[in-house]
């Protein structure tokens, strides 16, 4: 839990610069992350699930930021019903902190591996390692995810979800990495899901300027 929680407990920190602020969640984090070595609980990942898991991560990014495209343009009225109910609290695109321009190419690069490499991995260890096993039973780490019921599926992605300001899409999100997790028995396959998501949206907002995802 600790990496996670060093991460919220540093983002609600009254810092001045959002730049500055994810570079000191990202080191915090990461920190933690080798200190605490959460992998060690866990049996590593096979070969022969690296394109299930990349698959699912790419699925995930393209559900992010479709309903927000200009291809979901030509349907108005389902763009403006995600738009009013999907999304909470985003600002739309404009000068933003985490833009080269304003903050610096190493700020803006810390920006994208913190999110890609950092809290995609934390965010694993807690909310599909940690608290899918914490709600079927005690101690979780006894606990196989191949006996994760979907009621637990469900209720976790619903929290995850409501983590994010695109909550619907979190909460799919939630769900198809849960899945992976209990389909395949292995938490790194949600990792590895969750970091190539989390990369291609980094890339996709450093080279179109939809930093209203960041």
């Known amino acids: 839990m600790a990496p996670f929680l060093v991460w919220v407990a540093v983002m609600c920190l009254p810092l001045p610069d959002p730049a500055i602020q ?7 984090t990461l920190a933690v992350l080798l200190m605490a070595r959460p992998w060690q609980y866990y049996p590593a990942l096979s070969v022969e699930l690296l394109p299930v898991s ?3 991560g790419m699925a995930v990014f393209i559900l992010w930021v479709l309903p927000e495209s200009d291809w979901m343009r030509k349907f108005p009225a389902l763009f403006d019903l995600y738009a009013r109910y999907g999304i909470r609290g985003v600002a739309p695109d404009g000068p933003s902190p985490y833009a080269p321009e304003q903050c610096g190419w190493a700020l803006a690069v810390i920006r994208l591996a913190g999110s890609a490499l950092v809290i995609a991995v934390a965010e694993e260890f807690f909310w599909r390692g940690f608290l899918l096993r914490w709600m ?3 101690p979780f780490l006894g606990v196989s995810p191949r006996h994760i019921g979907w009621g637990f599926l469900l209720a976790g992605s619903c929290l995850f979800g409501l983590e994010h300001s695109r909550w619907l899409a979190g909460i799919l999100a939630g769900l198809a990495y849960g899945l992976l997790y209990i389909r395949t028995g292995t938490l790194w396959t949600a990792i590895i899901a969750h970091i190539v998501t989390n990369f291609l949206l980094g890339l996709h907002v450093l080279a179109t300027g939809s930093y209203r995802y960041w």
């Open 22 to 28: 994810y570079a000191i969640q990202t080191v915090a």
């Open 54 to 56: 990349i698959l699912t």
């Open 136 to 138: 079927k039973a005690q």
